[in-house]
């Protein structure tokens, strides 16, 4: 637990203060996405109706040996996240007052919203555990897989040098981000977390791709001198998910 406090108990009361904005109209799930209360039942048959033919992407999810290796201590998996409509990506920045860099903000945060935009995803499944959040897309063709690729490596090599600043709740985050490196069909990047309050954090980035899914991973160190292997853990874990994607 004491690996957690620090700058992300910041991040956890700026995610917090993001939710307020969503109790007037929403009611928001563990793990950052908003379902409009008025549509619930329809929500979770819809939720039913995408689990069947993508059952698959549970088992592309890390293992907890997996995530264990890459963060250097124990961790414990809640059981396999839901498998959701591609239109329930994860909003980490919504209520947020103002964000600055907002087209880098992909590297920043796995499976956001503002990154995604209007690409043709079919099913996600994404997860937190301890200190690594990590998922899986499904998109409609292979074809919009790569092209979704291109256009994220892209924008990951255009916000190497740049710094997201993010003010939520009274709390303003500093994301630096460094060390972006493509190597075939996997982008990384170091984001490097600060504030005016606690110590910075160093958060490892991949995103990979194989067939119709996108996979990607982040895991947060508090240890700065963690900054350089957190790209390279990350990496590994998600060419462990890459290797579990359906092929047929």
């Known amino acids: ?54 059952a698959w992407l549970t088992s592309v999810m890390p293992t907890e040996s997996e995530l264990s290796e890459a963060l ?36 920043v945060s796995p499976l956001e919203t503002d990154a995604y935009l209007s690409a043709p995803l079919v099913a996600i499944a994404f997860a937190s555990e301890s200190a690594a959040t990590y998922g899986a897309a499904v998109f409609d063709a292979p074809r919009s897989a790569e092209e979704t690729f291109k256009r994220f490596s892209d ?51 991949a995103l990979g791709v194989s067939q119709d899914c996108m996979v990607e991973v982040e895991l947060v160190h508090d240890d700065p001198a963690d900054s350089g292997r957190a790209s390279e853990r990350a990496i590994d874990l998600v060419e462990s998910m890459l290797s579990r994607v359906k092929t047929s």
């Open 1 to 54: 637990m004491s690996r957690m406090m620090g700058l992300s108990a910041l991040r956890q009361l700026a995610a917090a203060a993001a939710s307020v904005a969503l109790l007037v109209s929403c009611s928001t799930s563990g793990d950052g996405t908003s379902t409009p209360a008025t549509s619930r039942s329809s929500t979770e048959s819809t939720n039913t109706q995408v689990q069947e033919p993508y």
């Open 72 to 107: 250097g201590y124990s961790v414990t998996i809640d059981g396999p996240p839901k498998i959701r409509n591609g239109a329930k990506l994860r909003n980490t920045f919504i209520g947020s007052r103002e964000v600055a860099e907002r087209d880098c903000i992909g590297v």
């Open 155 to 205: 924008q990951w090599r255009a916000c190497d040098s740049r710094t997201v600043v993010k003010s939520s709740g009274g709390v303003v985050m500093h994301y630096a981000l460094s060390d972006v490196r493509l190597a075939d069909s996997i982008v990384s990047a170091v984001v490097t977390v600060s504030s005016d309050e606690g110590s910075p954090e160093v958060v490892g980035r």
